[in-house]
């Protein structure tokens, strides 16, 4: 398949069952891979690195049938050299300490394997010159905090090691205001309330969190209902009062109300969704990563004392699925 075979670390081979016939390619490979992220094996189909029956796809929307064998290389990790890439960026606020930026998704925030460069470090790099480069750290220069490469929203990165310092603590003493907005299956019941659960390694899979009994992390998440878009899906606000890693998507996710889209935490058709026509069904299974947005953050200036407060709408992608999968669409 590949014109240079020992750049190919492993491959995951699959079978088609009747479950999965007439899904997209790149939501069948998420459900089988779960050590890779359904944007990930995107870009590893448009590579030219999947075989359905022995010939080349490239498109991830390629429908698989029952039977179907598919065949997805996994090329090995390359090292990589930290580097100024010239990359776009939604800049919300910046002055000499800090920079605030709307991540878009699909931005991984810092370099790391099968993500060596494209990355937010990279781009801050280009854009804030000789300032940023050895603030925190040979590949996390100036990261205080980080969202997942699907999650979009606000993020603050320091240019000075002080204010990395001032603000990595307070977001470690939970002096840190932040708000999020989410679409995840059914309804929730209450409409307002609070998920409390310690967060650790799930002991059944090490590439995912779980709410655990022993070895976690205490997590607290508010939620509140904003809208109820059709019976199957809901628009929440969330808000945290402490940051662990995936904590949102676990949470909700141990309530059972997964996030949409979420290729890690959601693996199973909700028997809810069969209450959507299949339209929108379809395009509430078909998103292409978790719908999450960093939608509001507000911090104290680690040098002037003022606080700040930076708040964002929807992405347009998330706008456009909710329009997709309203009641009235």
Request: hydrophobic share 35%; net charge negative.
């Given at each position: 398949?590949?014109?240079?075979?020992?750049?190919?670390?492993?491959?995951?081979?699959?079978?088609?069952?009747?479950?999965?016939?007439?899904?997209?390619?790149?939501?069948?490979?998420?459900?089988?891979?779960?050590?890779?992220?359904?944007?990930?094996i995107k870009s590893l189909i448009e590579q030219g690195l999947c075989q359905r029956n022995h010939l080349i796809v490239r498109d991830p929307s390629t429908?698989?049938?029952?039977?179907?064998?598919?065949?997805?290389?996994?090329?090995k990790a390359k090292p990589y050299i930290l580097e100024a890439q010239e990359i776009a960026l939604d800049i919300l606020y910046e002055d000499e300490v800090l920079i605030v930026i709307n991540?878009?998704?699909?931005?991984?925030?810092?370099?790391?394997?099968?993500?060596?460069?494209?990355?937010?470090?990279?781009?801050?790099?280009?854009h804030c010159g000789d300032q940023?480069?050895?603030?925190?750290?040979e590949k996390r220069?100036?990261?205080?905090?980080?969202?997942?490469?699907?999650?979009?929203?606000?993020?603050?990165?320091?240019?000075?090691?002080?204010?990395?310092?001032?603000?990595?603590?307070d977001f470690a003493s939970r002096n840190i205001d932040r708000?999020?907005?989410?679409?995840?299956w059914g309804i929730l019941n209450p409409a307002k309330g609070t998920i409390e659960g310690d967060i650790g390694r799930d002991p059944y899979d090490r590439k995912k969190m779980a709410v655990v009994k022993r070895n976690g992390k205490f997590a607290r998440t508010h939620y509140k209902t904003l809208e109820i878009i059709n019976p199957a899906i809901s628009l929440i606000q969330c808000k945290l009062d402490t940051g662990r890693t995936?904590?949102?998507?676990?949470?909700?996710?141990?309530?059972?109300?997964?996030?949409?889209?979420?290729?890690?935490?959601?693996?199973?058709i909700p028997a809810i969704a069969k209450q959507l026509p299949p339209e929108q069904k379809n395009a509430a299974l078909d998103f292409p990563r978790q719908a999450l947005h960093a939608t509001f953050l507000g911090f104290t200036h680690p040098s002037t004392g003022k606080y700040l407060q930076f708040e964002t709408n929807l992405p347009k992608d998330m706008q456009s699925l909710i329009t997709?999968?309203?009641v009235n669409s």
């Open positions: 398949m590949s014109d240079a075979n020992n750049t190919i670390e492993s491959s995951v081979v699959a079978l088609v069952d009747q479950e999965n016939n007439n899904i997209r390619l790149d939501r069948f490979l998420a459900q089988t891979c779960n050590d890779y992220s359904r944007s990930r429908s698989v049938k029952e039977g179907d064998h598919i065949e997805l290389q996994i090329p991540k878009s998704a699909g931005l991984v925030v810092h370099p790391a394997p099968g993500n060596e460069d494209g990355t937010l470090v990279n781009a801050l790099l280009a940023l480069p050895g603030i925190g750290g220069p100036g990261i205080v905090h980080r969202l997942d490469k699907d999650t979009s929203g606000i993020i603050v990165v320091a240019k000075t090691e002080q204010a990395l310092t001032k603000l990595s603590e708000l999020y907005l989410a679409l995840c995936h904590q949102i998507r676990v949470h909700l996710s141990k309530e059972g109300h997964p996030l949409v889209g979420d290729p890690v935490y959601f693996k199973r997709k999968i309203s």
